[in-house]
T-cell receptor
């Protein structure tokens, strides 16, 4: 079974440029997450989708970040314009959640490493 | 808001020594998960704890969930070089609807 697929793996851009990341979750997983991980830190949640609905986007900097999950499957995360502080690894994860307070096991993709110059 | 803290941030051990990382939450957790991230890799799920006082073992790894469901620990007996990586705990609170908050991680290095 294929895991979570992310692209691109690496991206180098100049500040003020736009960038987009794509994620294809594990088939059948209803919940999709975008996390940002800075060097030496734990993953920080940006947005969580249950099917196609964004149920938690409180940590997403909405002035420059946007995300979508059309048809409740693939997802894209966009930054426009990028700033120097956006350099990080952007991790996508998916899980099969049955509802309630418990979170299912997260399966992470390889991540997209962004460098903003 | 909910915070999850881990200590220590770094741990350097000689191969064969034991290792423990501790995780503390500012709120009562519904469940806690542990992940391992190898250098240059992505987090990989190790285990989930749900019950108060729960203890689970995976070979040389022992995971505990505190009685108050606000803390957890991971203990590795007789470390090996393959244990190298960063260990993260991640918890979700009853009032957060399943939102998983990660700790800062404990980076383990093992000297052969």
């Amino acid at each position: 079974e294929a895991g979570v697929v992310q692209s691109p793996r690496y991206k180098i851009i100049e500040k003020k440029q736009p960038v987009a990341f794509w994620c294809n979750p594990i088939s059948g997983h209803n919940t999709l997450y975008w996390y940002r991980q800075n060097l030496g830190q734990g993953p920080e949640l940006l947005i969580r989708y249950e099917n196609e609905e964004a149920v938690d986007d409180s940590q997403l900097p909405k002035d420059r970040f946007s995300a979508e999950r059309l048809k409740g499957v693939d997802s894209t995360l966009k930054i426009q314009p990028a700033e120097l502080g956006d350099s990080a690894v952007y991790l996508c994860a998916s899980s099969l959640d049955l509802g309630g307070a418990y979170t299912g096991e997260l399966f992470f993709g390889e991540g997209s490493r962004l460098t903003v110059l | 808001g909910q915070q999850v803290m881990q200590i220590p941030q770094y741990q350097h051990v000689q191969e064969g020594e034991d290792f423990t990382t501790y995780c503390n939450s500012s709120t009562t957790l519904s469940n806690i998960q542990w992940y391992k991230q190898r250098p240059g890799g992505h987090p990989v799920f190790l285990i989930q704890l749900v019950k108060s006082g729960e203890v689970k073992k995976q070979k040389r790894l022992t995971f505990q969930f505190g009685e108050a469901k606000k803390n957890s620990s991971l203990h590795i007996t007789a470390t090996q070089t393959t244990d190298v990586g960063t260990y993260f705990c991640a918890g979700s609170s009853y009032n957060q609807g399943g939102k998983l908050i990660f700790g800062q991680g404990t980076e383990l290095s093992v000297k052969p």
